[in-house]
């Protein structure tokens, strides 16, 4: 009787996994085409603009602003980067904005001095790019966004007459965007009035500076294959709106790399500051609200974490971010800008939470599966099938790694980017738990820095 159970308790063990492995192997194979999809619709888009009109008088105002915090490392390459295209006049006026809030380490300079030397050493000219120093001290850096917003307010207002004409870009101190990026904004701008909030796409990069391990490398490629996957699918899938399937597209915007129309942050009372991730907060007010996101196909290239111990701290920060729907659902319907039926906003939650907790759950579920293959192999029961099912686990962490979906990835080595996925996908997934840990206790303080 105890073989004949153990036996049934095996059979459905092994068709359980069996299962799991092939739903793993549909979910990259679907995965697969839509990175194939998506990179070539960017790049249909990019080619059309490199030969569309030549530009013509800017009606409209773009605002570059980027929020500087515990960045004296990285500053003083960030601020030669917003010369550059302060200089070239690819925007309206950059902004630099650094807290109060921000101590300086002993001995060293702090964020704004850094800043403040590098501009000068530069020769830049305040009219196109300007250092503001944010008094505020709040526990997010919506502060430091929202100052920049009013800077460009009292700057350009006057000038365009309408808030609709002005737009205000968000970029982090790693955020090296596309020249094209602006030119591609101009662009749309110019033939779709209606959408006020737009998110460009993103490549993931290596730092270059100091040493970094194989994790930064499979973060970079796990990363940008989830932008090109998935993101973009989202995003056309929302785009029209008419829908209940299309209102309930579950994407935002990434925090950097996003455009938002003066008007509408009017609308919605600035950058929000209820909950950590402005960004996400952001781009779920826009969705709640029932407003488009464009998007553009010119790339902000952003660096990901050097370290498995700062990837840990990033990662459980963003999914710490993923979890706040629930208070952006109840902002909206406080502020009354909820435009989504009850229906839709449970249908959009439930696929929002969806994200997070299969992210922590299939690392479980992955390491459990294999180790069930692994004990059948001990008692010798391991079959053909069993030995297919091991290919396709391991190919799931593995699979991004051998397509090349940025540029700056294609030079490293394919051992180099197999060893780098198996190293950071396991620590994406566990950084759930500290996360929904973080979730449970209503902890909305800003997570410890990322070291550059």
Do not use: M
């Given at each position: 009787m105890d073989s004949?159970?153990?036996?049934?308790?095996?059979?459905?063990?092994?068709?359980?996994?069996?299962?799991?492995?092939?739903?793993?192997?549909?979910?990259?194979?679907?995965?697969?085409?839509?990175?194939?999809?998506?990179?070539?619709?960017?790049?249909?888009?990019?080619?059309?603009?490199?030969?569309?009109?030549?530009?013509?008088?800017?009606?409209?105002?773009?605002?570059?602003?980027?929020?500087?915090?515990?960045?004296?490392?990285?500053?003083?390459?960030?601020?030669?980067?917003?010369?550059?295209?302060?200089?070239?006049?690819?925007?309206?006026?950059?902004?630099?904005?650094?807290?109060?809030?921000?101590?300086?380490?002993?001995?060293?300079?702090?964020?704004?001095?850094?800043?403040e030397r590098e501009l000068e050493r530069l020769g830049a000219d305040p009219e196109r790019i300007a250092l503001l120093h944010c008094q505020?001290?709040?526990?997010?850096?919506?502060?430091?966004?929202?100052?920049?917003?009013?800077?460009?307010?009292?700057?350009?207002?006057?000038?365009?007459?309408?808030?609709?004409?002005?737009?205000?870009?968000?970029y982090n101190a790693d955020s090296r965007p596309q020249h094209e990026t602006f030119a591609e904004l101009d662009e749309r701008v110019a033939?779709?009035?209606?959408?006020?909030?737009?998110?460009?796409?993103?490549?993931?990069?290596?730092p270059e500076r100091g040493r970094a391990g194989s994790v930064a490398v499979g973060n970079a490629v796990l990363q940008t294959w989830w932008t090109w996957s998935h993101y973009v699918a989202r995003n056309r899938r929302g785009r029209p709106g008419g829908t209940v399937w299309s209102r309930t597209a579950p994407y935002s915007t990434f925090g950097h790399g996003e455009f938002a129309r003066l008007d509408f942050l009017d609308h919605i009372g600035l950058f929000p500051d209820f909950a950590y991730a402005d960004g996400l907060l952001l781009g779920w007010i826009a969705r709640l609200a029932g407003e488009p996101i464009g998007l553009l196909a010119s790339r902000d290239v952003a660096e990901v974490p050097r370290r498995a111990r700062d990837l840990l701290t990033q990662q459980t920060a963003w999914l710490r971010g993923l979890l706040n729907f629930d208070a952006t659902a109840r902002w909206c319907r406080e502020q009354g800008v909820l435009r989504l039926s009850p229906l839709e906003v449970?249908?959009?939650?439930?696929?929002?939470?969806?994200?997070?907790?299969?992210?922590?759950?299939?690392?479980?579920?992955?390491?459990?599966?294999?180790?069930?293959?692994?004990?059948?192999?001990?008692?010798?029961?391991?079959?053909?099938?069993?030995?297919?099912?091991?290919?396709?686990?391991?190919?799931?962490?593995?699979?991004?790694?051998?397509?090349?979906?940025?540029?700056?990835?294609?030079?490293?080595?394919?051992?180099?980017?197999?060893?780098?996925?198996?190293?950071?996908?396991?620590?994406?997934?566990?950084?759930?738990?500290?996360?929904?840990l973080s979730h449970l206790g209503r902890n909305q303080r800003a997570p410890a820095k990322t070291p550059r």
């Open positions: 004949d159970t153990r036996t049934r308790s095996s059979g459905a063990s092994r068709a359980a996994v069996g299962a799991f492995a092939l739903a793993l192997s549909l979910r990259r194979a679907w995965e697969w085409r839509q990175v194939r999809l998506s990179r070539t619709g960017a790049q249909r888009t990019l080619d059309a603009l490199a030969a569309g009109r030549a530009p013509g008088v800017r009606e409209h105002r773009v605002v570059c602003v980027v929020p500087l915090y515990v960045e004296e490392e990285l500053a003083a390459e960030t601020v030669a980067f917003w010369v550059s295209v302060a200089e070239q006049k690819l925007c309206d006026q950059v902004l630099l904005v650094t807290t109060v809030k921000e101590e300086p380490r002993q001995g060293g300079r702090s964020t704004h001095e850094v800043c505020e001290v709040t526990r997010f850096r919506a502060s430091q966004l929202n100052l920049a917003v009013e800077h460009a307010r009292a700057r350009f207002l006057p000038e365009v007459e309408n808030s609709s004409r002005l737009w205000i870009g968000v033939d779709d009035g209606t959408t006020r909030l737009f998110q460009q796409l993103v490549d993931y990069v290596v449970r249908f959009l939650r439930a696929q929002h939470l969806a994200i997070p907790v299969g992210w922590g759950l299939s690392t479980v579920a992955l390491a459990a599966s294999g180790a069930a293959v692994a004990r059948r192999a001990r008692r010798g029961e391991a079959a053909a099938h069993d030995l297919a099912v091991v290919a396709a686990l391991v190919s799931y962490p593995v699979t991004p790694a051998l397509v090349s979906t940025a540029a700056s990835l294609r030079g490293v080595p394919l051992s180099r980017r197999v060893r780098g996925v198996l190293a950071s996908w396991p620590l994406e997934g566990l950084a759930f738990w500290p996360a929904l």
